[in-house]
């Protein structure tokens, strides 16, 4: 007998009502009743037409399951119960009927040679067939024949069969034959399944992300978690989401700036190379930003993320806190000047160092200030409005002014900003239904 998980067991040990129609006294029909009261019968069983051969084999084995109570004696005997067998409605018959010997004696191979006969007989009712073709996939599932659990469920899903996870099921059997495409294509109607039954687990976008991951489908892995976070506001989520994104894109530094930003506000900064990963953003042209810089190193220090013993941060830290003093001394003076430019560039540039400062306000005013004058082109002539404009959404967004917000992120068009925004836009659907907080997230 072959050794079985409980999921098979649980499946396929069913006993099936034994029909016996050959036994049965034909019966008088009913009266059809007069009157108001008057109810259409309901439709006939379907007549079995049994060899008497078979009856003669099939009866003595029956009692010995039913009346003796002896299911071992009956599956020694079923072999004459077999070789009795003269058409569909013999076969079907002696499916059932080693479907509960094999329940009573617990063997499941005995129990598949049942569901073998069932599946062959011509005359074995739909819903009957549709059942046990999943069954005996659940069985090749549990005994690892991937490729026979993968073809049987997926004949049972076209015949109509539904629930026990099918989908699921069907989706980690292709998985185990490398098939991750496939597989995730069958986690996506598992998905699908759970939503239009009201519920969400959780377990299968995690596993779709990771099987679009294993074939570097970064995009697709971020948007399984996407989807989670639509749900979920979650910082492992947020975490893995931006970090997928990330990996799917081939961003300029202040795009992955505001990716980094984004992980910090949701608290999805979880390893030393993201800590990392911020910082090269923040410094890619010496420390620029280094209020941000000491804020973030402070945050790494103290939840041990980060050592301070490590020489790359301990530098960056170092460096950041020397300019930060003078930075903060020299700030208050950029306003005006970068107010009265007719150029729009230095505007955005003195905006962005009061965002690094915690100065929303102050930064949400320069950033408008800087789109009022035109295109905001940097130096060397590179149209920098997008990024101008960004900013100012996120400004809002730390102000708490979500309407205003995403006014702006509707504004933005280039394709790695506009596919950053949509997590942004997330961000702010799950501030919007939070309860309201006394004090606005930061991202420094």
């Known amino acids: 007998m072959k050794s079985v998980s409980k999921f098979a067991l649980t499946l396929s040990l069913l006993a099936l009502p034994l029909t016996a129609s050959y036994a049965v006294a034909e019966e008088k029909p009913a009266k059809e009743k007069k009157g108001k009261d008057k109810k259409e019968a309901a439709p006939a069983a379907p007549k079995r037409n049994y060899s008497k051969p078979f009856i003669a084999a099939y009866t003595p084995v029956v009692d010995l399951l039913n009346k003796q109570k002896n299911p071992a004696g009956a599956k020694a005997e079923f072999p004459k119960v077999v070789a009795a067998i003269a058409n569909d409605d013999d076969r079907y018959e002696a499916g059932i009927l080693a479907i509960n010997i094999g329940a009573g004696v617990k063997d499941l191979e005995f129990q598949e040679q049942g569901i073998d006969l069932l599946l062959a007989s011509a005359t074995t009712p739909a819903n009957i067939k549709t059942e046990y073709t999943f069954r005996k996939g659940a069985i090749a599932y549990d005994g690892k024949n991937f490729v026979n659990a993968e073809k049987l469920m997926i004949e049972a899903y076209n015949m109509g069969h539904r629930g026990n996870n099918i989908e699921f099921l069907i989706s980690n059997a292709q998985s185990q034959q490398n098939r ?74 202040e795009e992955e700036l505001d990716v980094m930003r984004l992980m910090r506000v949701t608290n999805g900064l979880r390893f030393q190379q993201e800590y990392a990963q911020y910082l090269d953003s923040l410094s890619y042209i010496g420390v620029r930003y280094p209020a941000e810089a000491v804020s973030v190193l402070e945050e790494g220090f103290a939840k041990g993320v980060i050592s301070r013993n490590n020489v790359t941060f301990s530098e960056k830290y170092t460096e950041a806190k020397a ?85 702006d992120f509707a504004l933005i068009t280039g394709a790695n900003r506009k596919a950053i925004a949509e997590y942004w836009l997330m961000y702010i659907d799950h501030l919007s239904k939070a309860p309201a907080a006394p004090a606005a997230p930061a991202t420094t």
Do not use: C
């Open 180 to 253: 991750d495409a496939d597989a995730i294509a069958w986690l996506g109607k598992a998905i699908e399944a759970d939503k239009a039954a009201g519920k969400v687990n959780k377990a299968y976008f995690v596993r779709a992300a990771n099987l679009a991951a294993k074939t570097k489908n970064y995009a697709g892995a971020a948007n399984w978690y996407k989807q989670l976070l639509a749900n979920e506001n979650n910082p492992d989520y947020w975490h893995d989401a931006l970090a997928f994104f990330d990996r799917s894109l081939t961003l300029n530094p």
């Open 323 to 407: 300019r930060l003093t003078e930075d903060t001394a020299t700030l208050a003076g950029t306003v005006a000047p970068a107010k009265a430019s007719p150029k729009g560039m230095l505007a955005s540039l003195t905006a962005d160092s009061f965002f690094s400062h915690k100065k929303y306000d102050t930064a949400k005013e320069l950033y408008e200030s800087a789109l009022s004058k035109g295109p905001v082109l940097d130096k060397d002539g590179k149209d920098q409005t997008e990024r101008t404009r960004f900013r100012l959404a996120m400004s809002k967004v730390m102000l708490g002014d979500y309407a205003g917000a995403k006014a």
